[in-house]
């Protein structure tokens, strides 16, 4: 299984509109994508700055280019974020997941 990491930043004032426009956005994307295992939405408020981590479990790396494309590394944005992030952060992190609910996964 492999994690997929996106971080954005928003007014600390817009981010519960953010979390909404995930939540009719990005989200369901994820979710109808085959090989999608879940979708973690991480919301952090730092002075005047919202910070959002989203964190998606995939079942492999053809899963995660049915959603992002090709070129599966850049991040994958939406027409509205322009409206609301202060970045559009270029590049997403991938992880292996090693282990899950304390049950190694490693060589599945």
Do not use: C
């Amino acid at each position: 299984m492999i994690a997929r990491t996106w971080h954005g930043m928003v007014p600390a004032g817009r981010a519960d509109d953010y979390a909404q426009y995930l939540a009719r956005t990005g989200i369901p994307d994820y979710r109808n994508t085959e090989g999608n295992r879940g979708v973690y939405v991480l919301k952090r408020i730092e002075g005047k700055r919202a910070h959002f981590l989203l964190v998606t479990l995939w079942d492999s790396y053809d899963a995660i280019k049915a959603f992002a494309g090709d070129d599966y590394q850049r991040a994958k944005y939406y027409p509205e974020d322009r409206d609301f992030l202060i970045e559009l952060e270029p590049n997403v992190r991938h992880y292996e997941v090693v282990v899950q609910e304390g049950v190694e996964v490693a060589g599945e």
